[in-house]
């Protein structure tokens, strides 16, 4: 079919159907460039941070550093923890001594 066998309705809907495919295959492209920019980027902070990101094997070694770090968190979190409980059921129990041997609870029948 040619322009001129066309009418003006059918030619102002292929025109709108063409714009409509550029505007999303303009998106498509956008999107995938940001995508790739990002990606660029993120793989950059991982080789600053000595992270082979490029391949299974330097993801799954960060994966177990990580794991081990949160491991080590944890068991850090706990000894504090227990060293802060300690710290005070010893400061209690001198304060409650104190209080004790004050009342003359401590002094011997003789």
């Known amino acids: ?9 059918d030619m102002d809907e292929i025109k709108a159907f063409i714009r409509d495919v ?3 295959l303009a998106g498509t492209v956008a999107t995938t460039k940001m995508e790739a920019i990002a990606r660029a980027h993120v793989q950059e902070e991982f080789r600053m941070l000595g992270v082979d990101a490029s391949t299974a094997d330097g993801v799954k070694e960060f994966q177990a550093n990580m794991a081990t770090l949160d491991r080590l ?3 850090s979190e706990k000894i504090g923890l227990t060293i802060i409980l300690t710290f005070f059921t010893v400061l209690t129990g001198g304060i409650i001594s104190l209080i004790w041997q004050s009342i003359g609870g401590g002094k011997g029948t003789g």
């Open 1 to 9: 079919m040619s322009e001129h066998n066309m009418s003006k309705e």
């Open 22 to 24: 550029g505007e999303e």
């Open 73 to 75: 968190r944890r068991v």
